[in-house]
């Protein structure tokens, strides 16, 4: 089973490729959260072995999405989800209930590979890639829909939607957005809205009508009403789902820390609050009101940078899963000579908190503050001989550090020589040794610690 897409450059890998030819900037400028986008570009080589119905049959056998709740089945015509049915008999069938599955896709039922980035490295390159640019929460579910059938009536989703035509053939009629930007429901936004209880809204027809084919995208904000048929082929999509922080989730975190400093906001609400004929009880604005007097006088001020960078390490993309283990033999065996480099598809990032420098290439680690004068190397060189780290490490020093960035899978083996350091002068090499820096002399038992 081949992931790799080496034989065929033009296929979609990157945000980048994903929305050629506007770009990922105009994107964000002119879309995103704003208004509807179709790409036609109808060019099947951009998403040629990323999934199509021979993806469907090789996933079921050796990645076995319905033996792990990954895979729902639903009927066509509006009759409902079949997932536990099948999902039952999967686990009692020699097969993994593949057999049973062909049928029910034979019988106009649609397979729905959810989370697919977890176990299908084609998606996985796509998705990782859009967390990185988008700075998002991304995943993402495969819709294999057969010919003259549709899953799902007219529905509205809590998220933006990028859609992917993979193969085969797909018409998505579009209404007109009722509520701009809509949250998803919960019984106490129910409870004080009762719109949202209300009975299933009429979208009236459709204002648009788009058919995708292979290589076509379709970009639809959170709200705006939708339903997708196949035509008389086949249809496999990616649905590919964003999931921002958004504005209100990000106050609430800082409140949240605001409440870490101040006594008042961690006790528990009035009681008296809850009597209906208590006069005092303040407005919302009131409430807000006071949580930013609070704000204000917490010294030093609350870091939000720190704070949203902090947020993105938890969507950050993992390395390449490929070079773990020789990661991990790497490690054992390094000298000054060994060449490593970051994972492929990466990008290095340092957060400095009180107490320590998180940094993240791939894996995550901590390293000591004193260490400070060593990464501006790391960030400069994705490539590197273990000896061309500054000269202010000692030569044990060197390796004891590089062997904690290979075991957390900030590093692996490089596959070529490094480049050059040529102490010109020209930001290339390392600076001299530093006497005020003698903690350095010394090998520590283990610079990092994972996390």
């Known amino acids: 089973m081949d992931f790799t897409t080496a034989a065929n450059p033009n296929v979609i890998t990157s945000t980048r490729a994903l929305l050629d030819p506007i770009g990922t900037d105009a994107f964000i400028d002119r879309h995103l959260e704003r208004e509807v986008l179709h790409l036609e570009r109808g060019e099947a080589s951009l998403v040629e072995g990323i999934f199509d119905l021979e993806s469907m049959g090789r996933c079921l056998h050796y990645m076995k999405p319905q033996l792990r709740e990954c895979l729902r089945v639903v009927a066509a015509d509006g009759e409902g989800e079949r997932t536990t049915e099948y999902g039952s008999a999967a686990r009692n069938e020699p097969d993994d209930g593949v057999a049973r599955l062909k049928r029910a896709f034979a019988d106009r039922h649609t397979l729905i590979f959810t989370g697919a980035e977890a176990y299908w490295p084609p998606v996985e390159r796509i998705v990782m890639d859009l967390r990185r640019s988008l700075h ?224 993240s290439c791939g894996g995550t680690m901590s390293l000591p503050l004193k260490l400070e004068p060593v990464l501006g190397f790391l960030e400069a060189h994705p490539c590197f001989r273990v000896g061309d780290l500054p000269r202010i490490l000692t030569d044990s020093a060197k390796i004891t550090l590089v062997r904690n960035l290979l075991a957390n899978d900030l590093l692996q083996p490089g596959d070529g020589p490094a480049p050059r350091l040529d102490g010109t002068g020209n930001g290339m090499t390392a600076p001299p040794s530093n006497p005020d820096l003698p903690w350095l002399k010394t090998t520590p038992p283990g610079i990092g610690r994972g996390s």
Request: glycine residues 6%.
């Open 136 to 359: 998002s929460m991304v995943r993402c579910n495969v819709y294999c829909t057969p010919p003259a059938s549709q899953g799902f009536d007219t529905h509205v989703d809590g998220h933006d939607v990028l859609v992917l035509q993979t193969s085969g053939t797909k018409t998505w009629r579009i209404h007109e957005t009722g509520e701009a930007l809509p949250m998803e429901s919960s019984p106490v936004l129910a409870q004080m809205l009762p719109r949202l209880a209300s009975a299933v809204p009429d979208h009236g027809e459709p204002s648009r009508e788009v058919v995708l084919h292979p290589g076509d995208v379709l970009y639809l904000p959170r709200g705006v009403p939708h339903s997708a048929a196949s035509t008389d082929q086949h249809s496999v999509h990616l649905t590919i789902g964003l999931y921002p922080m958004r504005m209100h989730e990000f106050i609430g975190q800082v409140v949240d820390l605001v409440a870490f400093e101040v006594e008042e906001l961690r006790r528990r609400a009035p009681i008296e609050f809850h009597s209906d004929d208590h006069p005092a009880i303040p407005t919302a604005g009131d409430l807000l009101r006071r949580v930013a007097e609070f704000a204000d006088g917490i010294d030093p001020p609350i870091d939000l940078r720190r704070l949203l960078q902090t947020n993105e390490e938890s969507h950050a993309p993992p390395g390449d899963p490929a070079s773990k283990f020789a990661s991990a033999l790497a490690g054992r065996t390094i000298d000054l000579d060994t060449v490593v480099e970051r994972p492929g598809g990466t990008v290095w990032r340092t957060r400095r908190t009180p107490e320590e420098f998180r940094v």
